[in-house]
T-cell receptor, first 116, second 114 residues
C-alpha cells in the first residue's frame, strides 16, 4: 500500500508569507495527525483529525496555523503569516485505529519549512 | 501527561559493538511505548512497540527493547552495530487510554564508526 505522502518536501519562504503543507494519508485511515519538530527540540503534537473533524487541536501554537481535512481525505496545514519561529520539520501521520498503540502510526517523510 | 527523556543527543558506537539507547518516561496512565528511527532524508519509521504482554519486544533490523515498569524505562539495544544503523532514534509514549497523541523524546543521533 502507498504510505503517507507529504509535499512539498522542502519550502523556503520569507517572513510574512503564506505556506500550505499537504498530507495524503494511507487510504482508509480515518485518523490523521500533524506533528512538528523545531530545531533542537522534541517532535511535538499539533492536532488530530478523525475523518474530517478535528478531534484534538490543543497542540496548535497559535491562530496563524489553520488545518483542514477535506472530505476526510487529504489534509492541509496553512501558516499565515509565517514567522521565523515556525521553521522546522512538519510531520504528518495516519493511523487505522483511534488508539494508535494497537497499530502504531505511519509517518510521512515530513516537510522542512524554512522561514527567512 | 506523558514525557520522555533520552539522554545524549549524539551517540557514537563502533561497528560491531553494542548499541544502547536509553529511554525513560513518565506517564500518569499505563503507556504504549515506541521507538522510531529516521534515516537521512526519510520519514519516521516504526522500529518496535510495546503494548501489553511480553516486556521484551523485538523489532526490525535486529533491535529490541525491554519495558521495565519499575524503572519506567524502555531502553533500545542491538548486539552488533552496522554502518546502516546510522540514523536518528526517537523514543515515544502514548497513553493506553485518554488522548492518543505521542510524546517524543529529543532523539539520539547515532554515528557508527568503522
Amino acid at each position: 500500500e502507498a504510505g503517507v505522502t507529504q509535499f512539498p518536501s522542502h519550502s523556503v519562504i520569507e517572513k510574512g508569507q503564506t505556506v500550505t503543507l499537504r498530507c495524503d494519508p494511507i487510504s482508509g485511515h480515518d485518523n490523521l495527525y500533524w506533528y512538528r519538530r523545531v530545531m533542537g527540540k522534541e517532535i511535538k503534537f499539533l492536532l488530530h483529525f478523525v475523518k474530517e473533524s478535528k478531534q484534538d487541536e490543543s497542540g496548535m501554537p497559535n491562530n496563524r496555523f489553520l488545518a483542514e481535512r477535506t472530505g476526510g481525505t487529504y489534509s492541509t496545514l496553512k501558516v499565515q503569516p509565517a514567522e521565523l519561529e515556525d521553521s522546522g520539520v512538519y510531520f504528518c501521520a495516519s493511523s487505522q485505529d483511534f488508539v494508535p498503540g494497537a497499530y502504531g502510526y505511519t509517518f510521512g517523510s515530513g516537510t522542512r519549512l524554512t522561514v527567512v | 501527561a506523558q514525557s520522555v527523556t533520552q539522554l545524549g543527543s549524539h551517540v557514537s558506537v563502533s561497528e560491531g559493538a553494542l548499541v544502547l539507547l536509553r529511554c525513560n518516561y513518565s506517564s500518569s496512565v499505563p503507556p504504549y511505548l515506541f521507538w522510531y528511527v529516521q534515516y537521512p532524508n526519510q520519514g519516521l519509521q516504526l522500529l518496535l512497540k510495546y503494548t501489553t504482554g511480553a516486556t521484551l519486544v523485538k523489532g526490525i533490523n535486529g533491535f529490541e527493547a525491554e519495558f521495565k515498569k519499575s524503572e519506567t524505562s524502555f531502553h533500545l539495544t542491538k548486539p552488533s552495530a552496522h554502518m546502516s544503523d546510522a540514523a536518528e532514534y526517537f523514543c515515544a509514549v502514548s497513553p493506553y487510554y485518554g488522548n492518543n497523541r505521542l510524546a517524543f523524546g529529543k532523539g539520539n543521533q547515532v554515528v557508527v564508526i568503522p
